[in-house]
C-alpha cells in the first residue's frame, strides 16, 4: 500500500523558509515523478512543484518560480521542497503527489494517483 507522509510545516514570518518533506513507502519510488500541490482555504488545490523520477527535470507555478525548490533523494524515498522568500499568499496545506505509474509525468489537475494527508504552512505578514 503506498503511503506518503508530509513534515515540515509551521508558521513563518514573511520572507522566511520552510523545507517540507515526504516521505514515501509502498513502491519504488525511484521509477515515480513526485509532486507538491497546496491548497488555500475556500480556493481550489494548485500545482506547487514537481519533479521526474530521475531528479533530472523540474517544474514550478509561476508564483513560486525562483523562491521555491523542489529535490529528491531515491535512496530514501523522499521528496523536498526548500521554500525561501515565503509571502501570506503561500499559506496553504501542502501536499505530496504520486502519478498512478510509473515514469508518468505529475499532471497539473491528476485525475489519479496517491495523495499524502498534507503539512499546514502558515505565513504571517
Known amino acids: 500500500q503506498v503511503q506518503l507522509v508530509e513534515s515540515g510545516g509551521g508558521l513563518v514570518q514573511a520572507g522566511g523558509s520552510l523545507r517540507l518533506s515526504c516521505a514515501a513507502s509502498g513502491r519504488t519510488f525511484s521509477r515515480y515523478a513526485m509532486g507538491w500541490f497546496r491548497q488555500a482555504p475556500g480556493k481550489e488545490r494548485e500545482f506547487v512543484a514537481a519533479i521526474s523520477w530521475s531528479g533530472v527535470n523540474s517544474s514550478y507555478a509561476d508564483s513560486v518560480k525562483g523562491r521555491f525548490t523542489i529535490s529528491r533523494d531515491n535512496a530514501k524515498n523522499t521528496v523536498y521542497l526548500q521554500m525561501n522568500s515565503l509571502k501570506p499568499e503561500d499559506t496553504a496545506v501542502y501536499c505530496c503527489?504520486?502519478?498512478?505509474?510509473?515514469?508518468?509525468?505529475?499532471?497539473?489537475?491528476?485525475?489519479?494517483?496517491?495523495w499524502g494527508q498534507g503539512t499546514q504552512v502558515t505565513v504571517s505578514s
Open positions: 503527489h504520486v502519478p498512478q505509474n510509473q515514469f508518468a509525468r505529475v499532471a497539473a489537475t491528476p485525475e489519479s494517483g496517491y
